[in-house]
Structure formats: structure tokens, C-alpha cells
């Protein structure tokens, strides 16, 4: 049977939680007000802290589910996604709208990686 190591662990929730060789970040958002482009941007980054911590890397993601807003910021999302992710390594995604934890945030990411 295999372990469940949990990082940044705290009442709600943990940010990193691996299990299996199989890493699973908590959902990562931007900073509240900033443009959709430019939290895209620090999610990302905070994608790629996260997943260097967990012994994994961008080009292992797995999966990625992204929830915006207003789906009419697709565009200026994709526009930083596409741009950032490893050409060949393009993981199973899926977008769709939310209402997310308070109205400043327009996106948030949600990233399943294999460990390398």
C-alpha cells in the first residue's frame, strides 16, 4: 500500500498531496483585481513551484482543470496557457465558468502531474 504525503497541510485543505507517484495540487489562484492574463500568470507559477517541490515539472502534468469566471476572458487565458505549456507535452484539460471564492479572482487552476 502506498503512502499519502500531504505538503502545506492545514485545516481545509493541503496544497501538494501525493499518492502513488501521482501529485495532486490544491486549486491555485492569482492575485485578487489583477487582469485574467496576469493571474494566469502567477498560477502558473505557482503551478511550477508547487509541482519542482512535489519532484514533478510542467511537462508531467496529467491533467489540468481551469475554471475562469466569465468565460469570456478565454481567450486572454489562453493566451498565457498557450505560451507556457512545453510544446508535446500538452496535458488533458478542461475549462469551463465558475463562481469563484470572491469576485477578484477570475481563474484558477487545478493540476494532477505524475512524479518524475
Given at each position: 500500500?502506498?503512502?499519502?504525503?500531504?505538503?502545506?497541510?492545514?485545516?481545509?485543505?493541503?496544497?501538494?498531496?501525493?499518492?502513488?507517484?501521482?501529485?495532486?495540487?490544491?486549486g491555485?489562484?492569482?492575485?485578487?483585481?489583477?487582469?485574467?492574463?496576469?493571474?494566469?500568470?502567477t498560477?502558473?507559477?505557482?503551478?511550477?513551484?508547487?509541482?519542482?517541490?512535489?519532484?514533478?515539472?510542467?511537462?508531467?502534468?496529467?491533467?489540468?482543470?481551469?475554471?475562469?469566471?466569465?468565460?469570456?476572458?478565454?481567450?486572454?487565458?489562453?493566451?498565457?496557457?498557450?505560451?507556457?505549456?512545453?510544446?508535446?507535452?500538452?496535458?488533458?484539460?478542461?475549462?469551463?465558468?465558475?463562481?469563484?471564492?470572491?469576485?477578484?479572482?477570475?481563474?484558477?487552476?487545478?493540476?494532477?502531474?505524475?512524479?518524475?
Open positions: 500500500m502506498s503512502d499519502i504525503t500531504r505538503h502545506h497541510t492545514g485545516q481545509r485543505m493541503s496544497q501538494i498531496v501525493t499518492h502513488n507517484g501521482t501529485v495532486y495540487l490544491a491555485q489562484v492569482g492575485n485578487p483585481g489583477d487582469s485574467v492574463a496576469d493571474q494566469t500568470r498560477c502558473l507559477e505557482k503551478v511550477e513551484t508547487l509541482l519542482a517541490e512535489a519532484g514533478s515539472d510542467s511537462t508531467r502534468i496529467l491533467q489540468c482543470v481551469i475554471w475562469l469566471a466569465d468565460m469570456a476572458d478565454f481567450a486572454e487565458m489562453n493566451s498565457v496557457w498557450d505560451a507556457w505549456v512545453p510544446e508535446g507535452h500538452a496535458p488533458a484539460r478542461a475549462c469551463g465558468e465558475a463562481k469563484l471564492a470572491t469576485p477578484e479572482y477570475k481563474v484558477e487552476l487545478i493540476v494532477t502531474a505524475a512524479k518524475g
